[in-house]
């Protein structure tokens, strides 16, 4: 047994999971084998819908491989990241005795994984510096090793910090986890990066998964399609824990529109729109008296820090602008979360904020 296979949990080795009717490869012409409609519903004239969909979608599976630039046999398709979040803590983590490592203040959904596992929860907080807040590999590798934990996650770019870790980092954390523990990078915003995303290293540290999501640059979020990339050993594992039919056909289907060449040069031109629209958001609110500190950011949203964040937040909630408040999050008791719009929705912002600090 590979290394990496060590990792999953030992009572789902050798788990086969559900062996759904569309998962037996038989052939014919008249489908009676999973108790499907012979009709159409008189709502899907196309009937795209009457049947149960394929798996993982063999077209999309495609597409998104060549999109991540990784064979399709270390893809696995997903209801979102979200679910290839659950799958890891699932599959990785015996409840009550292996660990999932967080770095708060971090996206929310790794802690109710691991609390719905029973997986005891370690946190290495982000390290405040003046350039805003970041993974402390250090303390990370040092608390995954103590606690042995079993998944490590890494937000890069991280919500709602901003930071991105250097590959080195990645890697060189990997390799003193290599035989304990999992490091999954979640790239949900890698597209507004400026760093390379991590399935670069997977070649040499098969300990890294790294999750993608047409969620947020692809502009689908409603579609949940979220990809975790992994070896595929491990791949086979998660599948085997994965609802049978995660991918509606709708979805898929819309999902590979959104992958042809066109679509994705005008996702591509979109996202440039974006990072050059969070520079000019960044330096209009750093020049507000208001505002403390809004950090670099390498995602599709800034960490603005304010004199009184409450009364920012009422401004632009009048203004009909809802961001995110921070202040119930530890250390963010000042601030929130923006999202970058388009530019006349990022003038919004701005404006409601310059009128608030005219009134006060
Ligand atoms: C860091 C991070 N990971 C994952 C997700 C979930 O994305 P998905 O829509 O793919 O489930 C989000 C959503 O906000 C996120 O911020």
Not at 113 to 125: D, H, I, K, N
Not at 157 to 177: D, F, H, K, V, W
Not at 239 to 247: E, G, H, S
Request: charged share 20%; with cysteine.
């Amino acid at each position: 047994m590979s290394d990496l296979l060590e990792l999953v949990r030992e009572d789902l080795r050798g788990f086969g999971g559900y062996q759904s009717a569309r998962s037996q490869a038989l052939q014919g012409d008249l489908w009676l084998n999973a108790n499907e409609s012979a009709w159409a519903s008189p709502a899907d004239p196309g009937s795209t819908s009457r049947r149960y969909p394929d798996p993982q979608p063999t077209a999309l599976r495609s597409a998104l491989a060549r999109l991540y630039s990784c064979d399709e046999a270390s893809l696995l398709i997903g209801r979102g990241s979200d679910e290839a979040i659950d799958l890891l803590v699932r599959a990785l983590c015996t409840p009550g005795r292996d660990a999932v490592l967080v770095t708060p203040p971090v996206f929310g959904m790794y802690a109710v994984s691991a609390r719905l596992q029973g997986a005891p929860l370690v946190e290495v907080p982000l390290r405040q510096a003046a350039s805003g807040l970041h993974a402390d590999m250090q303390a990370i590798q040092q608390a995954a090793l103590e606690s042995r934990a079993k998944v490590v996650f890494l937000c890069s770019p991280s919500n709602p910090a901003g930071s991105a870790i250097a590959l080195e980092e990645i890697e060189r954390l990997a390799a003193a986890l290599q035989g304990r523990a999992l490091v999954v990078v979640d790239e949900a915003y890698g597209e507004f990066s400026d760093l390379p995303s991590a399935t670069t290293l997977q070649q040499r540290q098969a300990n890294i998964a790294v999750l993608r999501t047409l969620s947020k640059a692809h502009a689908l979020a409603a579609a949940r399609i979220g990809v975790v990339i992994a070896d595929p050993a491990l791949i086979g594992v998660l599948r085997c824990c994965q609802a049978p039919y995660p991918v509606p056909t709708p979805c898929a289907e819309l999902a590979l529109a959104a992958l042809a060449p066109a679509t994705l040069e005008q996702t591509r031109r979109r996202v440039e729109l974006v990072r050059n629209e969070r520079e000019r958001l960044r330096a209009m609110l750093g020049a507000l008296p208001g505002v403390v500190a809004v950090y670099p950011s390498q995602g599709n949203y800034l960490l603005v820090r304010f004199v009184d964040a409450g009364a920012a937040f009422r401004a632009l909630l009048d203004a009909g602008v809802v961001v995110r408040d921070q202040r119930a999050v530890p250390r963010l008791g000042d601030a929130l979360r923006i999202t970058i719009g388009s530019p006349e929705q990022n003038d919004r912002v701005i404006c409601a904020l310059r009128l608030q600090e005219a009134a006060a």
